[in-house]
């Protein structure tokens, strides 16, 4: 996050306010949730956040996944932190609130929008923390590896709880965006419109790598203990090692030199020691400091692995990845950055090109961005722009009074 | 001074002197975009329409609008990219001068190259790839070879400026100018013919004839593959 960044306080005209999460069991031992590896689970909690009004024919819901260390919090003040819980919550809103609430990107004076934290993960939905019904004890290890079409499964049944059967748009950026694709190719009639921010079909070797590493990082921390260090001392070495790596994936070489250049952090002299020095050493080490306050190493593990597990084409298409994207009937627009060198540019043109040969319409935007990945968070004025653009119906000029 | 140099300049005068130098014509004003009343006019009800260099969208709007076309619009531009959206436009990025090699063999019935074709690096790669994706492919582009460029470049020995070529030389979208003669070498060379052609001159539409070279201000020609 820039410094620079201003938020938009909870009494704002464009903040949506103080926010309080839902919670919903999408299964139960009548109604299990099976998972692709297939594990059944008794219990599945889910956290998830609502923004806006739902209008009379339930036609402005719009579903946005968040990425691989986010959460339901996606907008506006949370009501609920306290010292003891979330307290990282107390100075900042939610992690796309530069884009979503009202009259931004996607105005929740127009949508209803919902997110919901994903399985495996830390933020109120079951995962590795979460106590395992059948030995009274945390799961760590045994939870089962889950994929990003778990995710999208577990989504849909919230969803149909909350009443719905169909919804105006799915929006993701990231791991985000894959769920979105996922969406789009697990129940193409069940959306209207997709947006796939700075994301891929899959991610790509080098990606695989960044995970690998992060992972190992966390599982040769002595506190790792096979997962099953709750209650104990923690792997926060080992999992801010990985959150510092992967940092890196997110930025791009412009946005280093932008941000930090060379320049040493306290004085203006070598001081001929290991301490942290320069700009770039003090920006990774606080990332990774502040992460092990805010973030489960298990979910991480969990998270990454159904990251790299991710293949649209082998999912639906046999490898083909045409074959897979004829399934899509939804509006979809891809979004990409340029300086993306997580999930390139060329990466979501992929997906581009394979719609133009299957002769669907094509909607793809390159941002002009020297911020990497992170562009997609952080490139709050074009996004919003597209996203503004590309979401709002044609014949609906202002949103419903109520 | 060379005598030859002052003798040349009066010849070319004397030669020009039938044509007048044109009333003071305002620059800023160009011509209505008369090309995009005809494409709406020809082009039929639920065409594929493929649009390279669609700019803000306006004319596939108004083709999906009055046509129900299935319309694909490519541009580069972002600000003309956001426009397209807006109108909800599917609007392709991209710089079509790389390639399109992912459209298979006539993918559309029409592929429109909307006074671009005057603006590219590459005219005659992006001529071929415009009949390989299209059926028929529109080109619109001003005829350099109007009487009042002649005179222009003739009498006043400048780079010519026009309503339909309002830029100085050294800020000019407009990189490889043609004119008719040259338009039906290609099609000639290329073994394609004209489907249907319209010179515009004189603010009036008139259908086009090779004749034209001389008296058309910018040109419409729609071409396809003899069969």
């Not at chain 2, 076309?69 to 991209?94: M, S, Y």
């Not at chain 2, 582009?141 to 050294?170: D, Q």
């Not at chain 2, 290329?190 to 004749?211: C, H, K, M, P, T």
Request: glycine share 8%.
């Amino acid at each position: 996050m820039d410094s620079v960044t201003r938020y938009d306080l909870p009494d704002s005209s464009r903040s949506v306010g103080f926010t309080k999460a839902g919670r919903m069991t999408v299964a139960d031992r009548d109604n299990p949730f099976l998972t692709d590896s297939g594990v059944l689970l008794p219990h599945v909690e889910v956290e998830y956040e609502t923004y806006g009004t739902l209008n009379n024919d339930k036609s402005n819901c719009i579903l946005i996944c968040h990425a691989l260390s986010g959460d339901a919090h996606v907008a506006g003040w949370d009501a609920c932190w306290e010292k003891e819980n979330r307290p990282w919550r107390e100075n900042r809103p939610g992690w796309w609130d530069n884009v979503v609430g009202p009259g931004k990107g996607i105005d929740t004076n127009r949508y209803f929008v919902i997110c919901s934290n994903v399985l495996g993960g830390c933020y109120g939905t079951t995962g590795p923390a979460s106590v395992n019904p059948d030995t009274g004890r945390p799961y760590g290890l045994s939870f089962p590896v889950v994929t990003v079409s778990d995710w999208v499964r577990v989504q849909k049944r919230l969803l149909e709880l909350l009443g719905f059967s169909h919804i105006y748009a799915v929006v993701g950026g990231s791991l985000g965006g894959q769920q979105a694709l996922e969406w789009a190719l697990a129940y193409p009639q069940f959306m209207e419109k997709a947006v796939i921010l700075a994301s891929a079909d899959k991610l790509s070797p080098q990606g695989l790598a960044f995970n690998t590493v992060g992972r190992h990082s966390i599982m040769s921390d002595p506190h790792f203990c096979d997962g099953n260090y709750y209650g104990k001392e923690k792997p926060d070495k080992g999992l801010a090692m990985a959150r510092m790596l992967a940092n890196i994936t997110y930025l791009s070489e412009e946005s280093f030199h932008d941000k930090f250049g060379r320049e040493f952090q306290y004085t203006e002299n070598p001081a001929y020691n290991f301490q942290i020095e320069y700009k770039v050493e003090s920006y990774l080490n606080h990332q990774g400091l502040s992460f092990v306050h805010r973030f489960d190493a298990n979910s991480y593990l969990y998270i990454t692995k159904a990251m790299d597990y991710y293949d649209a084409a082998a999912r639906w298409g046999s490898g083909n990845l045409e074959e897979a994207l004829s399934r899509i009937s939804a509006d979809l627009l891809m979004v990409s950055f340029k300086t993306d060198w997580l999930y390139t540019p060329e990466q979501s043109l992929e997906i581009a090109k394979v719609l133009a040969r299957l002769g669907k319409p094509v909607n793809y935007v390159l941002v002009d961005s020297r911020k990497g990945h992170d562009g997609f968070l952080l490139e709050t004025e074009a996004v919003s722009r597209v996203l503004d653009a590309f979401l709002k119906k044609e014949d609906s000029d202002e949103p419903d009074e109520e | 001074m060379n005598p030859m140099r002052n003798e040349y300049e009066k010849k070319i005068r004397e030669a020009f002197s039938f044509f007048e130098s044109p009333e003071s014509e305002s620059l800023s004003v160009r011509p209505k975009r008369w090309q995009d009343d005809i494409i709406a006019g020809l082009i039929p009800e639920g065409s594929k329409v493929l649009d390279f260099g669609c700019g803000s969208g306006e004319l596939l709007d108004r083709l999906i609008r009055e046509k129900r076309v299935f319309g694909q619009g490519i541009e580069h531009d972002p600000e003309n990219v956001f426009r397209c959206l807006e109108r909800k436009i599917a609007v392709f990025q991209i710089n079509f001068e790389k390639g399109l090699q992912f459209y298979g063999d006539g993918t559309f019935d029409y592929v429109i190259l909307e006074d671009t074709i005057q603006t590219l690096k590459r005219p005659m790669a992006a001529l071929k790839e415009m009949l390989r994706i299209g059926t028929y492919g529109i080109i619109t582009c001003p005829n350099f070879a109007h009487w009042k460029v002649r005179r222009f470049l003739a009498a006043e020995g400048r780079m010519p400026k026009s309503r339909t070529l309002p830029y100085e030389w050294y800020d000019t979208p407009n990189i490889h100018l043609c004119t008719v003669k040259d338009i039906i070498e290609w099609i000639n060379e290329n073994g394609l013919r004209i489907a249907a052609g319209y010179s515009f001159s004189d603010n009036a539409v008139s259908v086009f004839s090779e004749e034209d070279d001389l008296l058309a201000e910018e040109v419409l020609l729609v071409v396809r593959k003899s069969v």
